[in-house]
């Protein structure tokens, strides 16, 4: 019996087409993004971070402007040791270094005071994104 199975299941993979070898499809691009959705996601933020014509430094540097900016360079605000690092001090925000570093901002930048655990979805990343995006350096909201 068992000869048998074994012989009908050579059988059917003889006959079954074989693997293709061309590799998978490159993912998709990410979304641009939802803004009204980044600002729900941005509620996470907030308890540390401000953005908008009033935003302040707290516990964290106020988000105005962002992309663009070089890393640790609020005037104000007094950053972790860790910004002060070469590495980290010469980093200017962009949308992809951003993704890495809210996807888990401890590891990126070890000896950081922020607390965040990061963001896991890319889609919640790229609403955050689209969200931050709109506030220029002096906090108005592009439409």
């Known amino acids: 019996m068992r000869i048998a199975i074994a012989a009908a299941l050579l059988a059917t993979l003889a006959t079954a087409p074989a693997f ?9 691009a990410p979304a641009a993004g939802d803004a009204a959705a980044g600002e729900r996601i941005y509620a996470q933020c907030r308890a540390c971070h401000q953005v908008g014509p009033t935003a302040r430094n707290t516990v964290g ?3 105005n402007g962002l992309f663009g900016r070089k890393a640790g360079s609020v005037q104000g605000f007094n950053y972790s040791p860790a910004y002060q690092r070469p590495e980290v ?14 996807r888990d901002p401890r590891s990126v930048t070890p000896g950081t005071r922020m607390v965040f655990q990061g963001l896991r979805s890319d889609t919640q990343i790229a609403n955050l994104t689209a969200y931050l995006r709109q506030f220029n350096a002096e906090g108005q909201r592009s439409q």
């Open 61 to 63: 540097p106020q988000l």
């Open 20 to 28: 293709s070898q061309t590799p998978a499809p490159a993912p998709a």
């Open 89 to 102: 001090a010469s980093k200017v925000w962009d949308e992809a270094n951003f993704a890495v570093y809210i």
